[in-house]
């Protein structure tokens, strides 16, 4: 046969040609191969699939199982029509702080019987140095803005350091002997007047209750874990917590503060990184309770990052304290509660705005704990301001967390300044005590927790559970799907209704889709982290997080979602809790 260096050429390019083919048809090995599902890919396009590949921690497909054909795997399950969803994101949670508190029990229906076990609890620990009883009721001991007094403490325990923690964590009662300890007196000032303060009697001298960082400056120094058992059951507690929360679902969160107690939780979170029982992404913060630690928050951050930082450890953000709570009249509200008594921020806007900027040059994020509508004010004052002094791009995720009432002149501002908004779902829910309606009146009551309202105006919005107490009902505070069905339905769980039909909470309309939460604890929970370019939710090139389910909760009973618990739970490829197969 004859041939010319054309025909040859030829020849080669289409041998070539060929072997390319059957490059390209050859399939590509995965780890994992999973058929026969359900899945809810959580993109912007609120997606469905029913077969995925994993390779190397990552999606590489995720489609129809038609399109498993150009994969191959030594591994291949078929969930027979389980659902997947994304690896869920906690927002704002407190798992390290979980036992760091050695609260003495008490109880009682009425003060004298809550008083009684005071004393009998003084009376069964003779040894103990502080007293920390716990629990007392703010319905009980606050009338306007009058609250517990030294004196009555004094009557019951006069001799012994009482520390009387209230039922919401968040102010505390003293006796005479305590405040003295602390040397706190009528010329002491306060940390911050109207938030983070002493109460003063018609003296001026202090009355025995202080409102959240006025008390919570002194935990460390006088309420360290000094004992090494408890240390050690700290520890043990955190670790059992990240697991729950695992055991959840929760692939990532973010520890939004410890009260001071950061670098013994940190050391705790580091430990359990390196003995390799950290489950989830973790990510720590520095509190700022009083107005002086925003001096050093941004050095603090990064000294944490140094010493406890790790793969999964990492410190990204600053956590402020701007306002209190509305129970104990410290959060700040436009207008003044029903007892005359008017909020105040942690920090003006200039001071806000100028940590901003201190946070923008060391590239880190802000947490807000925002209550009360002033403060949500205030803090998108700040970041307006803080945006207009930059060039450039604004380097700080802001995030607000719980935003229980916002000003409906701020509602859309919160998307218009890229603010993100924090929401903890399963407060949502028909509140048994009337403190927080009565101090707010039935029309600013009403207008609490506009979560659907905020999501509907285009801002990015995340979940959160915000449980730090520990004990029995622990796992199910923390949980997710309670926060899913008390967003969805603003009901709590028929089972904890305290008449035949509770009825809904305020403002029906508020009420959260399903796939609004989903996408809250999914996409827009790693967005808060700044992971949404590989984590929240199921796409090719993405960590593959994802929960198993076994029955479909978009179509079930609303009311059956809080006891969800995954079958499985994968993290970046590895199956983590559960199984995939029964």
Request: contains cysteine.
């Amino acid at each position: 046969m004859v041939t010319n260096s054309k025909n040859l050429a030829w020849y080669w390019v289409l041998l070539i040609a060929v072997a390319s083919c059957g490059e390209e048809s050859a399939p590509e090995r995965a780890d994992i191969i999973i058929t026969g599902a359900s899945i809810y890919m959580a993109d912007e396009d609120q997606s469905w699939a029913d077969a995925l590949a994993i390779k190397n921690g990552q999606f590489i497909y995720v489609g129809d199982t038609g399109g498993l054909s150009a994969f191959i795997s030594d591994t291949t399950i078929d969930l027979d029509g389980k659902l997947i969803i994304p690896g869920l994101t906690d927002g704002h949670s407190h798992p390290g702080y979980v036992n760091v508190e050695n609260f003495g029990d008490v109880e009682g229906d009425t003060p004298e019987e809550l008083l009684a076990s005071v004393k009998a609890y003084a009376d069964a620990n003779p040894n103990q140095e502080w007293l920390r009883p716990c629990c007392w009721p703010t319905d009980m001991f606050v009338q306007g803005d009058a609250g517990p007094r030294k004196e009555v403490l004094d009557a019951v325990v006069p001799d012994r350091l009482v520390w009387f923690e209230s039922a919401t964590g968040h102010d505390y009662w003293l006796n005479s002997m305590a405040l003295e300890r602390l040397g706190v007196d009528k010329y002491t000032p306060d940390p911050r007047p109207g938030l983070a303060m002493y109460a003063r009697d018609e003296n001026g001298e202090p009355s025995g209750w202080l409102k959240e960082g006025a008390g919570v400056q002194h935990f460390a120094e006088h309420f360290a874990l000094d004992d090494e058992a408890r240390r050690e059951l700290h520890k043990e507690s955190v670790a059992e917590t990240l697991q729950i929360l695992s055991r959840h679902g929760v692939t990532s969160l973010f520890d939004a503060g410890n009260k001071g107690y950061g670098d013994l939780v940190y050391g705790v979170v580091s430990q359990l990184e390196q003995e390799g029982r950290l489950p989830v992404r973790y990510y720590g913060t520095y509190q700022i309770f009083t107005p002086e630690r925003a001096m050093t928050a941004v050095s603090e951050v990064l000294r944490y990052r140094e010493e406890y930082g790790g793969e999964r450890l990492q410190f990204n953000s600053v956590k402020l304290f701007m306002d209190g709570i509305t129970a104990n009249q410290s959060a700040a509200f436009l207008q003044p509660y029903s007892s005359g008594t008017e909020g105040r921020t942690m920090l003006s806007a200039d001071e806000l705005r100028d940590l901003l900027l201190e946070l923008h040059e060391t590239k880190l994020d802000l947490m807000v704990h925002s209550i009360g509508d002033m403060s949500v004010r205030t803090v998108l004052d700040a970041v307006e301001a803080a945006k207009t002094a930059v060039e450039g791009d604004f380097y700080p995720r802001v995030t607000v967390a719980h935003l229980a009432l916002i000003d409906p002149s701020d509602l859309r501002r919160i998307e218009e300044l890229g603010v993100i908004a924090n929401f903890t779902p399963w407060w949502m829910g028909v509140e048994n005590s009337n403190v927080s309606r009565n101090l707010l009146g039935e029309e600013r009551y009403e207008m609490t927790y506009q979560s659907r309202s905020v999501f509907d105006s285009g801002a990015v919005v995340s979940f959160s559970s915000d449980e730090w107490w520990g004990g029995e009902m622990l796992a199910t505070y923390i949980s997710p799907w309670l926060g899913m069905q008390v967003g969805h339905t603003r009901q709590y769980p028929r089972e904890w209704w305290e008449s035949e039909d509770d009825g809904v909470r305020g403002l029906v309309d508020e009420r959260l889709d399903l796939e609004q939460l989903v996408k809250g604890y999914t996409n827009n929970g790693a967005y808060q982290l700044r992971r949404e370019f590989d984590l929240g939710s199921i796409e090719v090139g993405k960590l593959a997080d994802f929960v198993v389910l076994d029955n479909n909760f978009f179509v079930g009973d609303p009311y059956d979602i809080w006891q969800i618990r995954p079958s499985a739970v994968m993290m970046e490829g590895e199956l983590i809790q559960g199984a995939l197969s029964q």
